[in-house]
């Protein structure tokens, strides 16, 4: 009954997060002469779904999605990429730590800057919602807790990754470090990405060249140091994820690709 309770919890959680927006105040107003940022998308495309299956030490513990939707959105005067990351254990582990979780983010097109993010999140008996508006010309955003200050073009947890792959990789030298400011629980994080090589994997979606990457992390109650993850990604114009592993609080998550759909790119680094 308490399980049940806390998936009731997750579920209405979800509902008052995407029905916030209209009580979080209007979308973004240009009135002010400001300009987004042109930045090239030679990563993803609508439509595009990527499927990972993550491991907990050695049991196949949960099933992670990522997909962009099929049709773009219209945000204001803004046309918006909707993004979308969830994640849920399976039912053979849900007996040991049930996740549901679910982070959206409205992706500027133009810019690559989030113009609204929602989340729902539910973690054994955590459960947590989020709604959030940015007003990148006056660099703030507006959530459910009220108005943060923020850096300009800052990104959240779902629209992160999309942005990343995005970058510029080619020259990197070794632990060369990109910088992204992130918001994320009511708090706007200055982290990075450093580039600390290449390397082929072998993955159930065969040989892939990849790009290896260690991004900054927040310590709180998953992880324990700010260097506990390791992420690669194909090296190719579409730099999607292919594998991420971690340190946690409590032993170590292994996240691989295990299906990919709809790439905006020839998949080059696919090794035949």
């Not at 807790?145 to 510029?168: C, F, H, W």
């Not at 994080?189 to 065969?206: A, P, S, V």
Request: glycine share 4%.
């Amino acid at each position: 009954m308490h399980t049940g309770r806390n998936f009731l919890i997750a579920s209405l959680a979800l509902g008052m997060t995407l029905s916030s927006f209209k009580h979080l105040g209007p979308d973004s107003v240009l009135d002010n002469g400001f300009s987004f940022r042109k930045l090239p998308n030679t990563a993803f495309k609508v439509g595009e779904k990527l499927t990972f299956r993550a491991h907990y030490g050695l049991i196949n513990a949960a099933r992670i999605t990522m997909s962009v939707d099929p049709v773009m959105q219209q945000i204001g005067t803004r046309k918006a990429f909707l993004v979308r990351t969830e994640g849920e254990t399976l039912k053979s582990f849900d007996w040991m730590y049930k996740v549901r979780d679910k982070f959206d983010s409205y992706l500027d097109e133009e810019s690559l800057a989030p113009l609204r993010y929602s989340m729902s999140k539910r973690e054994n008996k955590y459960t947590a919602s989020d709604a959030v508006i940015y007003y990148h010309e006056q660099k703030k955003l507006r959530n459910l807790k009220g108005e943060l200050a923020m850096p300009v073009y800052t990104q959240d947890i779902a629209s992160a990754i999309y942005y990343a792959r995005n970058l510029d990789f080619s020259t990197a030298k070794l632990n060369q470090s990109f910088p992204v400011d992130v918001y994320m629980d009511n708090k706007v994080y200055n982290l990075q990405f450093k580039f600390i090589g290449r390397e082929t994997l072998n993955t159930d979606i065969g040989k892939v060249r990849c790009i290896k990457l260690r991004p900054k992390l927040v310590v709180d109650r998953v992880f324990k140091d700010d260097d506990d993850m390791t992420i690669w990604v194909s090296d190719d114009k579409n730099k999607i994820p292919i594998r991420v592993e971690s340190a946690i609080q409590v032993g170590s998550v292994k996240v691989d690709i295990t299906a990919y759909e709809n790439l905006k790119n020839s998949f080059d680094a696919l090794l035949k």
